[in-house]
């Protein structure tokens, strides 16, 4: 095959798993926390219907973790056959966050399973008190895994010589420059798509079901979720202007690339959509005076450093531009929705919710699992041609194999079995077992009032 190119269908495969797994491993380090919340006002308040959201919410978690398990699995395959020159260092200078990140998910999942079977043989705060480990598991895990590739971004610790790593110092590799900002960034993301997916569903509860005690059983679930999803955006909001001056500082082309700016200056705007001309003139665009100066600075006169100061061939692709304003986009946009639902919340006399909000607010599940793939492929993508930056390029870390191309077409098959086994089980699961029939089993209400 003289036109095969490895580097090409490796990237292709990593990047597949890579945004095939985050669908799974955000769900997995959000609804812990979200089922806490549920069982937590439940007790407080007394209030079963907030117990019976944990309930339901756990089971479904269940499923997501065991999808999350395989494809997770498939990264740690993938990383070593597609990647081997990579791991070479990475295996020495990084390689204790990968190995605590597997004791955390130990953690997660025995305590998980036992949460899971002890509802009715524990106390209810004893029994709560078992999610502390399940949410500390999850993000742990996420936090071991953002730091790896925090360490690809600003990577410290080892010296490299002639091929060779020496000096390795895994503590300080851990501890890089990127991984603060990141691993914040990552967390208060997933708690926040999480919320807005369990709102979404919520709402659409409430659109397709007219039974009054589903009614209120939905309107707990939307009020509380939205709620968090509110407050974990904003934390996002405020993070990624954090990680935006690590940018300026660590990763200037990056930031740059982002946002189409060429020639390093003070006062610089925020671009925001456009296009872009083949002598980089930026076209169509809104642009939002001093801002990416704030961003990258903190000051409307911060100079930011431009992408003609860097050699062309170590530039990041231009297309990342759209990635970032995605990402920025939909953040603000489930921001303004749950400001909208809120104010709405508290009306009394608007009550029903609008079907305009309702259906908004399902619209905002799997846009802000979007802007979350949105980030790791800006992230992902930003950081080209380096796979570690500043030390190995993405073509220097590849395979040589030339049956990448048959492992892609494997693992799209394997995916897409998956995609398909977990809408089945989850639809089955829930299908199966109705808000009415739970609450009338549990004693919650009569069946006179199930109407």
Sequence with gaps: MPNYDPVYYSRMLTELTLAFHIIFATIGVGVPVMITLAELIGIKRNDPYYTLLARRWARGFVITVAIGVVTGTAIGLQLSLLWPNFMKIAGQAIALPLFLETFAFFIEAIFLGIYLYTWERFKPMIHLMLLIPVVLG????????????????????????????????????IFNPAMPTKVAHVLSSAYMTCAFILAAIAAYSLLKNKSKVNELYAKKALKLTVTAGLAFAITTAAIGDLSGKFLAQYQPEKLAAAEWHF?????????????????????????????????????????????????????????VHYFFDTMVAIGMFVIFVA??????????????????????????????????????????????PWILRGYMKVAEAATSSQQVDTMLLLFCILYLILALTAVKVLTRLFKNNKVTDELSALGIVGKGELQ
């Design 138 to 173: 999850s993000s742990a895990s996420a936090l071991f895994i953002t730091t790896v590739n925090a360490f690809m971004n600003t990577p410290q610790g080892f010296s490299l010589e002639n091929g060779i790593i020496t000096n390795v110092k895994p503590i300080l590799a």
């Design 263 to 319: 020639e390093t200056s003070s006062k610089a705007p925020l671009v925001l959509g456009g296009i872009l001309t083949e002598n980089n003139e930026v076209k169509y665009a809104l642009e939002i005076p001093y801002a990416l100066s704030i961003l990258a600075g903190g000051l409307p006169d911060a100079q930011v450093k431009g992408l003609n100061d860097f050699p062309e061939e170590l530039r990041p692709p231009l297309y």
């Design 339 to 384: 400001m909208i639902y809120l104010w709405y919340s508290r009306k009394k006399n608007m009550k029903p919710y609008p079907k305009w909000l309702l259906n908004t607010v399902v619209f905002c599940g799997p846009l802000s699992m979007l802007g979350i793939q949105a980030g790791w492929f800006y992230a992902e993508v930003g950081r080209q």
